[in-house]
């Protein structure tokens, strides 16, 4: 799935090593005895090797060569980063190794336990990893957790797998007498979809900590996922009672019946207490999901009473509601009116989408030329009001005038990778794959560890052509600087999938769905379900897919795909 966004990864350390050999004076063995090899240069030819491979989406090669340039360097640091792609590459023998050496050269502590943990869990030795997992949470204060949590949602080899593990520490007592700590676990149970271990939890919690209102909140979270949907929304009802000023719990609780589907309750909940832009902008925001244009009314004349002041900020939400509400020619005069400060650029945009709403395309195209060339603008302003006049052209069906306006703002901005991650996208929309291959590869020469444009063409490799492999390495790359991205572990699995290696595509896409509830992925496990023969369970997951967005293009292909 394309998703992400721009990291660089590697290149720190390799370019400090190079920097430290290639300051050697070249004088020094005139006036000096034979100095000892130096470690960083016996490393570097690994080093380097390492960072090809890893370019290159090859992390087999990629953790050997880390491996062996730890072992020349006797370097710490290099021997934990080999250990995390060996990891990465599921490549439990050259991470057992790296592990020793990561010991074997000084290294202890939290990160340390983790990585044993999950090693042990790969090997399917369950009791030693349980026995990492004890040690990281008794130790102090929260970081020990929040890695068994980490170690729990992206090291086991399935949901069931890290379900098993946590029912043990409950049952052992090993989970922290921290409220913050059951509730994370709590919420953790109830994303691997094991009902009973959260009815248990939330039991625990009740018992540990009565009268917390979060708690109740975890309960009616549980509540929600059993589809006792009446019964979590008389608890929640009860809660806001207890919310009174704290402005965090408030916010909790209205996300909770967004969860629910019920906007108007969610925004009744923000609208108890004290109130600021922040407060306002979530409710109007769930009004409008609640498409209750009566209630955002009221909402907007409320504010509209309190905005006699030019402030910024406030006239430019006033703007935003009156477009909802389709009083364009409001919106206009709410845009325009605001005064300055950082918002005046959004607000220029803005109002060049309203104008083009009120059918005068060709004051909204001026408007957008004007801000292209104001130099008084910021970069990202006159950037995007490019990227609008692309989007606006699109509406029209003038694809000349989008492409037009691309290359005026790659003209503008030269190679600017938004604009090139838009057009590839474009491309790809059509079609066009060569064309969308393109721009993505030339994000990639500028800024060869942008992990959007890597796993955006990992993405559209695996899905739009049979390059599979080659899809598979740039994925990798993506993969291996954001691990625990949901969007990125949805395209590996998609390509595991492609590659057909479904077992392997399934745990991925599991893991995916879990870390996100997305339509797309979650089309896509449903898909290698289907392909499993598993109907009944991908009619489910195809069902899932449908709530959430049913208009979805991946589930669109699917559906048409398997029939289901």
């Known amino acids: 799935m394309p998703a992400g966004s721009r990291t660089h990864c590697f290149a720190p350390v390799t370019f400090a090593l190079i920097a430290a050999f290639a300051l050697t004076p070249l004088w020094a063995a005139e006036k000096e005895p034979p100095a000892p090899a130096d470690p960083t240069g016996a490393s570097l030819e690994s080093l380097l090797a390492g960072e ?37 590459a599921k490549d439990d023998k050259r991470a057992a190794q790296a592990l020793d050496l990561w010991r074997e050269q000084g290294g202890e502590g939290l990160s340390l336990t983790a990585a044993e943990a999950v090693l042990a869990i790969r090997r399917g030795n369950e009791r030693e990893a349980r026995k990492h997992l004890t040690a990281l949470l008794q130790s102090p204060g929260d970081a020990g957790w929040r890695q068994v949590l980490g170690v729990l949602s992206g090291g086991a080899r399935d ?20 409220l913050q700590a059951w509730l994370a676990f709590g919420g953790l149970a109830q994303a691997l979809e094991q009902p009973e271990l959260v009815e248990r939890i939330v039991a625990e919690v009740v018992e540990r ?90 909402l907007y004349d409320e504010l509209r009473t309190r905005s006699s002041d030019p402030d910024p900020q406030r006239r430019l939400l006033l703007g935003q509601i009156a477009e909802f509400l389709e009083r364009n020619d409001e919106a206009l005069a709410w845009y325009r009116g605001v005064p300055g400060g950082d918002q005046r650029w959004s607000a220029r945009l803005r ?38 006049e692309a989007s606006l052209r699109d509406k029209d069906d003038d694809a000349t005038g989008e492409m037009e306006a691309y290359a005026r703002g790659l003209a503008a901005f030269p190679d600017d990778p938004e604009i090139l991650y838009a057009r590839g996208l474009s491309w790809e929309r059509r079609d066009d794959i060569p064309r969308a291959e393109a721009d993505l590869r030339k994000i990639l020469v500028a800024e060869p560890d942008n992990v959007a444009a890597l796993n955006a063409l990992g993405y559209t490799l695996a899905d739009r052509t049979t390059r599979y492999q080659e899809a598979l390495q740039l994925i990798e790359r993506a993969r291996t600087a954001e691990p625990d991205n949901a969007a990125i572990i949805d395209s590996y699995g998609w390509v595991l999938y492609r590659l057909g290696r479904k077992e392997e595509a399934l745990v991925e896409l599991r893991r995916a769905l879990t870390l996100q509830k997305d339509a797309e992925i979650a089309s896509h496990l449903a898909e290698v379900l289907w392909e499993l023969g598993r109907r009944d369970e991908a009619r489910k997951v195809f069902e899932q897919a449908r709530k959430i967005d049913p208009d979805n293009r991946a589930l669109k292909r699917a559906l048409e795909k398997t029939g289901a």
């Open 52 to 88: 090809f491979a890893l370019q290159s989406g090859r992390l087999d090669d990629a953790a050997q060569a880390y491996l062996d340039a730890a072992r020349q360097a006797d370097d710490v640091a290099l021997a934990e980063r080999a250990t995390r792609i060996a990891l990465l």
């Open 159 to 178: 949901p069931k797998q890290a379900a098993r593990l946590l029912e043990k520490l409950v049952d052992g007592g090993r989970i922290p007498d921290k």
């Open 209 to 298: 900590f009565p009268g917390e209102a979060r708690v109740g909140l975890l309960r009616a979270s549980q509540l929600r996922e059993a589809g006792k949907t009446d019964e979590a929304r008389e608890l929640l009802a009860s809660l806001t009672g207890q919310a009174g000023d704290d402005a965090d719990l408030r916010r909790a609780i209205a996300d909770e019946y967004h969860r629910l589907g019920d906007y108007n309750a969610a925004e009744n909940v923000l609208a108890k207490g004290p109130q600021d832009d922040q407060t306002f902008a979530l409710r109007a925001a769930l009004l409008a999901q609640a498409e209750d244009k009566t209630a955002l009314g009221r």
């Open 351 to 388: 109002a060049a989408n309203v104008l083009h709403e009120l059918k005068r395309g060709d004051e909204a195209y001026k408007s957008l030329r004007e801000l292209q060339a104001d130099a008084a603008a910021d970069d990202e302003a006159r950037r995007d009001a490019y990227l609008l």
